[in-house]
T-cell receptor
Framework: GENVEQHPSTLSVQEGDSAVIKCTYSDSASNYFPWYKQELGKRPQLIIDIRSNVGEKKDQRIAVTLNKTAKHFSLHITETQPEDSAVYFCAANNYGQNFVFGPGTRLSVLP | KAGVTQTPRYLIKTRGQQVTLSCSPISGHRSVSWYQQTPGQGLQFLFEYFSETQRNKGNFPGRFSGRQFSNSRSEMNVSTLELGDSALYLC?????????????FGPGTRLTVL
């Protein structure tokens, strides 16, 4: 079955700096890769996703890149702000199969 | 559209009891997945229901079961509760149509087993 690894487990950055979180997956059949942000006490919220036919996707300060050959994808957050502090989860999915999540990255943006 | 809803939001039970949690998906969504979230364990997949049938199942004991109704609402049942079952239980829904598998989470039910 699918296995998703995520690094780092914790990340601290200064406000205004960039943050990068990396995930690897094992099943080459996976074709959908979402990222979720979970603030303390709240539900995970979908912030960006990418499908296997696309190499990069950007939405304002957030971008995701996908390398199908290496089976890894990354979340990039630029110009970080204190409200970006949260736990971020990556996931991999193939239609009809269950989502497999990474263990999460706790991002702290220091003012 | 209204988002995914879960009831109840909080539950306190004692060991040996059973519990039923409910999840109402976004209108038009036919897939409902359940996850257990504990500190340090991330999101552990329990099972997924699609059109009233269990389509995928995670590695949880048989004490954990679920079902889905014709209106796509889903329930999860845990029997013979153990202390280790204390967790946040999240459900998520998606249309699960080909090429359209964005998944959206409910607020969760926090279960405490004493």
């Amino acid at each position: 079955g699918e296995n998703v690894e995520q690094h780092p487990s914790t990340l601290s950055v200064q406000e205004g700096d960039s943050a990068v979180i990396k995930c690897t997956y094992s099943d080459s059949a996976s074709n959908y890769f979402p990222w979720y942000k979970q603030e303390l006490g709240k539900r995970p919220q979908l912030i960006i996703d990418i499908r296997s036919n696309v190499g990069e996707k950007k939405d304002q300060r957030i971008a995701v890149t996908l390398n199908k050959t290496a089976k890894h994808f990354s979340l990039h957050i630029t110009e970080t702000q204190p409200e970006d502090s949260a736990v971020y989860f990556c996931a991999a999915n193939n239609y009809g199969q269950n989502f497999v999540f990474g263990p999460g990255t706790r991002l702290s943006v220091l003012p | 559209k209204a988002g995914v809803t879960q009831t109840p939001r909080y539950l306190i039970k004692t060991r040996g009891q059973q519990v039923t949690l409910s999840c109402s998906p976004i209108s038009g969504h036919r897939s409902v997945s359940w996850y257990q979230q504990t500190p340090g364990q991330g999101l552990q997949f329990l099972f997924e229901y699609f059109s009233e049938t269990q389509r995928n199942k995670g590695n949880f004991p048989g004490r954990f079961s679920g079902r889905q109704f014709s209106n796509s609402r889903s329930e999860m049942n845990v029997s013979t509760l153990e202390l280790g079952d204390s967790a946040l239980y999240l459900c998520a829904s998606s249309t699960s149509g080909t090429g359209d598998n964005e998944q959206f989470f409910g607020p969760g039910t926090r279960l405490t087993v004493l």
